[in-house]
């Protein structure tokens, strides 16, 4: 059974500055970027069981960029809520604590 994806706003406002940061490096980075993170998001409707990171929270992390995207599940209504989208060189106890 397919679990339903919801993406905090955070969660769009972290992906939006990577596309465009990705961008300013080099045209149409940004858009691939995007393509192959969605794969990954749209992955998580059909298997959202990934390791836990920390407390109640799963990541995922993506193999061609350095981002991994944090996220929880709820089991009882079939929903994955994703809450990040943090670069691998950041520290996650930072993001959370602003």
Known sequence: MKFILELDPRAIKDIQEAIDYYDEQLTGLGEKFETYLNKYIKSLSKN???HFRYDNIRCLPLKKFPFMIHYT???NIKA???HAIINTSKDPKEY???
Do not use: M
């Open 48 to 50: 959202p069981f990934f």
């Open 73 to 75: 599940v709820d089991e």
């Open 96 to 98: 959370w604590l602003k």
């Open 80 to 82: 994955v809520y994703i």
